[in-house]
């Protein structure tokens, strides 16, 4: 990787970190129990950036640094909740329409538009109705939907977090069994064996869109 010493080199550090340790703990099972699925690819890697950004937090320097650092993470929310979002709105009214037939790129601005504005609330200035052109994960045509998966990862990932930072110190034998098990496990088993949590109720993700909402709350009010 490229690295400049930016916090945001730090973060992609503490990201491909994340990837290699999951694959370091599954080395030794046999090949075909590796491969997992791309809804748990990514829950290694922003665990780990959410311990570095913690980290980070917790010394900061200064009143600027701290605001500084909070933005970075609520930028991400910002990313995964809603310009996500905006993504899998978009893709689930294109397939919807595209079984009627073939679909302009007038209509498919629009599209764009309208799932934007619905993503993020009406909240912003300036809007990018030809995303869909530029945008290589609507392209991929053997995995539809390439966009939720980071929704869910970053959403799983932060559950898991928000469970680590109260588990004991048993929690990382459990957290590596979960990873262990991501190539042969559904998520739902997964979480139901190795966390005692079932994703199909609203309590696990709350607790992670609650650590979001309290970065944003505080960074907020350090901006006043
Ligand atoms: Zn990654």
Redesign the pocket.
């Known amino acids: 990787m490229t690295f400049m010493g930016t916090a945001d080199n730090v973060a992609t550090l503490a ?2 970190l ?2 290699a340790f999951h694959q370091h703990v599954m080395t030794d099972l046999p090949v075909l129990a590796q491969n997992y699925a791309m809804n748990v ?2 829950t290694a ?2 665990f780990n950036e959410l311990v570095v950004a913690d980290a980070a937090l917790a010394n900061a320097a200064s009143k600027e640094e701290r605001i500084a650092l909070l933005a970075a993470k609520v930028d991400n929310s910002v990313s995964f909740f809603m310009n996500i979002h905006a993504r899998f709105i978009f893709e689930t009214n294109f397939y919807a329409q595209r079984r009627r037939g073939p679909i302009s790129a007038d209509r498919l601005n629009e599209l764009m538009l309208e799932a934007q504005k619905q993503a993020f609330c009406n909240a912003l200035d300036v809007w990018h109705p030809h995303f869909w052109c530029s945008k290589l994960h609507f392209y991929i045509t053997g995995v539809p939907f390439y966009n939720f998966p980071y929704t869910f990862g970053y959403l799983f990932s932060a559950g898991i977090y928000a469970m680590a930072k109260e588990g004991g110190a048993d929690f990382e034998q459990k957290y590596i069994n979960l990873l262990r098990d991501t190539g042969s496990m559904k998520v739902e088993d997964l979480a139901l064996r190795h966390l005692g949590v079932d994703l199909t109720k609203k309590d696990f993700w709350r607790q992670a869109v609650n650590m979001a909402v309290a970065d944003t709350r505080e960074f907020l009010q350090l901006t006043k």
């Open positions: 990201h491909e994340g990837h690819a990514e890697s922003t």
